[in-house]
């Protein structure tokens, strides 16, 4: 019943920025947090940036003062990527946490060239 809607992924050069979108929609008890992941080939999912119901964010070490994560009124989590960097290569994912469950959405490729 829950689906999450991942937009804005693409090419583009090293330096440049993107703008992810996560439109999340359906039957959702109550949302905690929200945040994106990503995974490159070969390694392991991880955390890129997360912002909880109260505020507060969280980013890894490799994406800060790069990326920004927000959120709006209508459930949506965006991420701003800025200078983006060829290591920033994955497929990045939208998660939802509710205290209940967590819901991840399809995944959006994001490649940075060289």
């Known amino acids: 019943q829950v689906h999450l809607a991942e937009s804005g992924g693409g090419l583009v050069q090293s330096g440049g920025s993107l703008r992810l979108s996560c439109a999340a929609s359906?039957?959702?008890?109550?949302?905690?947090?929200m945040g994106w992941y990503r995974q490159a080939p070969g390694k392991e999912r991880e955390l890129v940036a997360a912002?909880?119901?109260?505020?507060?964010t969280n980013y890894a070490d490799s994406v800060k003062g790069r990326f920004t994560i927000s959120r709006d009124n209508a459930d949506n989590v965006y991420l701003q990527m800025n200078s983006l960097k060829p290591e920033d290569t994955a497929v990045y994912y939208c998660?939802?946490?509710?205290?209940?469950?967590?819901?991840w959405g399809q995944g959006t490729q994001v490649t940075v060239s060289s």
């Open positions: 912002v909880t119901s109260s505020g507060t």
């Open positions: 998660k939802v946490d509710d205290i209940l469950r967590q819901y």
């Open positions: 359906g039957s959702i008890f109550s949302i905690r947090a």
